[in-house]
């Protein structure tokens, strides 16, 4: 499959490790097509941003040969990743004519969802009762008791949030920041059982600047030409915190067991621990986490089967599988690569 | 390099408190304000000298959230010495200790060695944990105590050290029983040169970890 723009260097092919924001110079610069020198005139690049687009999407195989593309590392410096990635992740469907509906009917959820959840007891409707509905109210169903809860749980997220992706500038931005939280904490409040767990924030900020880097492409090649009803609504940037959620929200039906701490066995006794081989491996010791079970597998067969020299050096050095696979698994490995390669790993990932 | 003796210790406390700031400034001497999130385990190491002894801290840095604690829970296990770290600025930090040590002390040795450490002593202005308060926890509970700041390394190298002449005390009383490894202290190979492969691999990532 050749796609004539995946040459076209993308701001992220620019150097994420010395803390430098690639965007800037791209916004600066202004277009990605006069990067290469490929389509300096603004029309040819927005004639090469349509042709993209259509050479992704308007093929009756097209969802195949996308995830094809996608696991050759060849949407590197697509403009539409993001409309990638929600197609793995099924957030848009395949029949390109529901697209813009199914856009549309999620982020509304996501609407209901936030108005939901993020409420200020001040303004909140129904209990009027001042007896209930007081800051000093014991009751549980006082709006107040809510208000401190969530207080509690926006300051942890918030706390992670600070911790992202620190060296990128991006992140450090305040209403980057608000948006990152405010997705954690509705999908902590519409799963209950998992709520949030840390990690979860390093799976939202790669889908985050993905749909900001399109968007920002989006709104260049607007300028230009006039883009399809498509690409209007798929890539509108007023809705970034929606879409980020409704792929959030699909990556943790897959991505879930792995912040699950649910314990399968009865832990042992603190007898049988202290009594047991000295330095024995610590992975054996513990309880069963599916994390662990998965970490364990990795090591014992994975490694084993393909490259048994390492597996041999790292049992000899004692190192359990926990040390470096629970931050490869619960991340999807997004600590291991820099962004931009990450952003390429990950959509590998989801397919 | 030979050392006489290698301790196993961890690093436990709520999350954000600084564990894994300590562990930088006592490994490499520096600090990092704004870091990725420990998920899991990370580990470090460091040779100090006590009393004209080599002896090698292995450190297990562990994750402070809830949900980590199953899994870093089987690494209390074997430890010589824990650092319990809390944050002076955040009364909640200060309050979980009792938790935390029930927990350290349910799947430990009875004889590991805990340091309890008010983190952060360069934020005085927002200080919300008394001194006092943490001596008198640290005396109710028996445990050393340290007030440090990984950020101006005040105390931070005293906090390991201290830790490891406690557990050297306890070797030289006869307290731990170094041949059962199962308490977190291993001696010091007896062929030195048999280790060079390991020092060799595992310079890189803890640049004033020496090796293993």
């Known amino acids: ?351 | 390099m030979a050392y006489a003796y290698l301790f196993k210790y961890i690093i436990i406390g709520d999350t954000g408190v600084g564990k894994s700031c300590l562990l930088l400034q006592f490994t490499d001497k520096r600090f990092q304000p704004v870091h990725d999130l420990t998920i899991g385990v990370e580990f470090g190491a460091r040779m100090i000298t006590i009393d004209g002894k080599q002896i090698k801290l292995q450190i297990w840095d562990t994750a402070g959230q809830e949900s980590f604690r199953s899994i870093t829970r089987s690494y209390y296990r074997g430890a010589a010495g824990a650092l319990l770290v809390y944050d002076i600025t955040r009364r909640d930090t200060f309050n979980h200790l009792t938790t935390w040590l029930e927990d350290a002390r349910q799947h430990s040795n009875s004889n590991m060695v805990i340091m309890l450490i008010g983190n952060k002593s360069d934020l005085e202005s927002r200080r919300e944990v008394k001194k006092e308060e943490g001596e008198a926890f640290a005396r109710e509970h028996g445990l050393i105590f340290m007030e440090t700041s990984a950020k101006t390394a005040s105390n931070v190298e005293e906090a390991f050290i201290n830790t490891a002449k406690e557990i050297y005390e306890k070797i030289q009383e006869g307290v731990f029983d170094i041949n059962n490894e199962a308490n977190g202290i291993k001696i010091g190979p007896q062929h030195p040169t048999t280790n060079s492969t390991l020092s060799g691999s595992q310079g890189g990532q803890h640049a004033g970890g020496g090796c293993c």
């Open chain 1, 1 to 351: 499959m050749q796609h004539p723009n995946l040459e076209t260097r993308h701001p992220l092919q620019a150097d994420e490790e010395t803390g430098f924001d690639p965007l800037h110079d791209f916004n600066k610069n202004h277009s990605r097509g006069s990067l290469n020198g490929r389509s300096s005139q603004p029309q040819s690049t927005s004639l090469s941003y349509r042709k993209e687009w259509d050479d992704l999407f308007l093929n009756s195989n097209y969802l195949a040969r996308i995830r094809q593309a996608g696991i050759s590392g060849r949407l590197r410096s697509s403009r539409f990743r993001s409309v990638c990635w929600k197609l793995y992740l099924e957030v848009l469907p395949e029949d390109k004519s529901q697209w813009i509906s199914k856009t549309r009917e999620l982020r509304s959820q996501y609407e209901k969802i936030k108005e939901m959840h993020i409420t200020n007891p001040r303004k909140a409707k129904g209990q009027q009762d001042l007896v209930v509905n007081n800051p000093l109210s014991q009751d549980e169903g006082s709006p107040w008791n809510k208000f401190f809860q969530d207080k509690e749980l926006k300051g942890m997220i918030k706390q992670d949030v600070l911790r992202t992706f620190p060296e990128i500038r991006y992140f450090q931005d305040e209403d980057v920041r608000t948006k990152l939280t405010d997705i954690l904490f509705c999908y902590a409040r519409e799963n209950e059982q998992l709520l949030y767990k840390q990690g979860m924030h390093e799976l939202l900020a790669p889908i985050v600047f993905v749909l900001h880097c399109d968007h920002q492409a989006f709104q260049h090649a607007s300028e230009t030409a006039s883009p399809s009803e498509e690409m209007k609504c798929l890539l509108n940037p007023a809705y970034l915190e929606h879409d980020a959620y409704a792929m959030l929200s699909q990556l943790m039906e897959t991505a879930e067991p792995w912040f699950s701490s649910f314990e399968r066995e009865v832990r042992k006794g603190k007898e049988e621990m202290l009594t047991s081989i000295p330095f024995s491996r610590p992975q054996d010791a513990g309880p069963s986490v599916a994390i662990v079970t998965k970490v364990n597998r990795i090591q014992d067969q994975l490694v084993k089967k393909h490259d048994i020299e390492l597996h041999m050096h790292l049992n000899r050095l004692e190192i359990a599988p926990q040390i470096y696979g629970i931050r490869w698994v619960r991340l999807l490995f997004g600590r291991e690569f820099p962004l931009q390669d990450l952003l390429g790993g990950v959509g590998r990932a989801l397919r």
